[in-house]
Each structure stands twice: as C-alpha cells, then as structure tokens.
C-alpha cells in the first residue's frame, strides 16, 4: 500500500475528495449489474409454476333476459252503479276482503221509497190480473152459451192480456227499484286485499265514480315482452326465473301461461305473461322485474370460475401457448355450478392458467 504525500499547498481534504469517485467506480462494474439481473424472478430464465386447466365444452343454459311488470292475477277498479252519497266505508288499505263483501254504502232512503212504491203497484197490477182473468173465463163461458158475440169475447180477452202485460211492466220496475236499492252497497268482486279507497263519508258519487281497488296477488304474474326474433322459442310451461330490485339477486321461478296471439305492429313484439306462487305475499303488483327465459343448453366453451380475472375493463383469461402466457380478454355467458361459459377469446382444447396468481402476466415462462 503506498501513502501519498501531499504538498505544503494542498489541503488533505482536496485528496479525500479525489478518492471517493474512483471507489464508486469500482462498485457499479458491469459483471455485479449481470448477477443482479439473473437472480431477480419471473424473466425467461426463471419460469413459474402454475396449474393449468383445460377449456372444455358442456351444455351451458342459454337465457333470454327480459324486463316486465309483477301483475296481480286479478285487479278491479270497483265503480259506483248509483248516484248518492257515501254514508259508510268498511275497508282499509291492506285490508283482506272476501267476495260480496261490502265496503262503502251509499244513501239509500230514496231508494227504499222507490222500492215501497213499487211493492204497492205490483199488489195493484196482480190484483187487477186476477180480476181479469176471472172475467176471461166468465166471457169464455158466455160466449160457448151464445150469450154474447165473438167481437165481445175478442175485446174483453185483448183487455186481459193488456193486463197480464201491464203487470209484468210493474214487476220490472219493482226488480229495477229493488236493484238500485241493492247497489247502494258496494260490495268486493272476488276475494282479495284492499288496494285503495277513493272515497270517504260525505262524498257524493255518481255511475261509474271509482270507489276502491282491489288486487287478488296470489298467484301473481309477470308481464314480459318477447322480442320477435325470440319468439318461436316461447311455449306455454317454459320455466322464467326473475329478480326485483327488493330482493336483491333472489330468484323467483314461474312459467309462461300466456301468450298474445299477435305480434305488435308499432313495437314488434310478443306479449307474453308468467305465472308463480305468491302465497307470502312478497312479491307486488307493479314491481319491476327482470327475467330470463331458458331457451336451451347448447354445448359451449367452458372454464373454471377461478380462472377468471375481472376487473373494470372486463374478464381476463391466462392461455398458456408452449411455455409462454398469453393474455386474453374473454365474453363470458352463463355459469352453473363453479363452470363459466366463455363466448369469445378462447375454444375447447386451449389451455389456461387455473388461479393465476400476481406473477401470471402477458410473455411470462411458465411450468406446470
């Protein structure tokens, strides 16, 4: 090792400094770079173990996805048939209601006057048709007897059928009086619950005034429409299974009983009604719901659910071609069990990175 001596006019500090660069410069040699490089993972010459899987094809479920309206299986907006005013309301919003039961009455004492008029001209009308035919019969004999003429026999029988008609006129008021009377009470059409009352006590009504709704929502139906190209594929007893937005991605599981015999010119298509079990009372009418019409299970390109990367831009798939991954952005269909259908980006036969870890990237070296 030498020592340098340095001049009387040179400060030690001035060498100190001079050294430092050369001793950098022999750390940053191009052989330490090299090392460095080989020994850092995931290049060529340093492959990952994976586990790969194999794209498959199975028969897969093909939906058709449809939105629709929750329909109850019976709804009646109930009218007034009289004028008067609302003396009485019995039902509430929610309430159960049986059939004939009555849930608004309206002001009747006229009604019952006109009823009580009409009771006594069918006494007056029946007894003058008894009178009438007592003399039919009387003018019958009398004629036999030649007590009288025919045009006689003929005036007084024309006289009792005059009658028998005239009674029969004041029969109908008596049962129109009598209806009027009856509609007075307002009663459910079919068995149900109470939607709405549109009226209170004090309110006048007249013919065909709403007065209450009601909803009969068990079963319930889903209103859908089918797009015209889809529909050679709907029968009667083709199950649907559809989501509302209340119950989050509960599936509720009905079957097509209805189908419009038309298609609709304006909007060209095909109005078509499930039907399902609502005894919960869950689901309501006029809920918004989204279904999905199974049309088949064609065989299609399969993989494992944990082979999927998803993320904002979509789902990624890792093929693996020799020993080098490639990054694929895939379509994906249906799943059933831990098997998603993939529609585009890979076929039966490619193989696949099975839970590609961070590591797994576009060009990495890979082995099983």
Sequence with gaps: MMYLRSPRN????????????????GCNRPGNASAAQTARPGTPSSPIHVKLASVVERPMPEYLT??????????????ADVSGKIVRTFAERGQPVRRGEILAVIDSQVS???????????????????????????????????AISQAEFDRQTAACTTQQWSSAAVQAQHKQAAKV??????????????????????QYVEPRTAVASVYQPDPIRIQLTVPEANIAAVVVDLPVAF????????????????????????????????????????????????GRLLLGMPRTSVVPASALVRDD????????????????MVQLG?????????????TAGDRIVDKPGPEVRDGASVVE
């Excluded at 009856?182 to 939607?195: E, T, V, W, Y």
């Design 243 to 290: 989501s509302v937005a209340a119950y989050g991605e509960e599936r509720f599981v009905g079957s097509v009983r209805y189908i419009s015999p038309n298609v609709r010119e304006s909007t060209r298509d095909l109005v078509v009604e499930a039907v399902l079990p609502n005894h919960d009372g869950r689901l309501k009418p006029g809920m918004f719901g989204t």
């Design 181 to 202: 009377l009856g509609d007075s009470a307002i009663r459910a059409p079919f068995d149900g619950i109470l939607g709405e009352r549109f009226v209170n006590v004090g």
């Design 66 to 79: 449809l939105t629709g309206t929750l329909r109850a299986d019976a709804q009646s907006d109930i009218a």
């Design 334 to 346: 249906e799943s059933k069990d831990d098997l998603v259908a993939v529609l585009r980006g890979v």
């Design 112 to 146: 019952t006057f006109v009823v009580s008029a009409a009771e006594a001209q069918v006494r007056v009308a029946e007894s003058q048709l008894d009178e009438a035919r007592r003399d039919c019969d009387r003018v019958k004999h009398l004629l036999e007897a030649g």
């Design 10 to 25: 040179c400060p030690m500090r001035l060498l100190i400094l001079f050294a430092i660069p050369v001793a950098l410069s």
């Design 313 to 328: 831009s979509g789902a990624r798939l890792f093929a693996v071609v020799g020993s080098t991954v490639e990054e694929r």
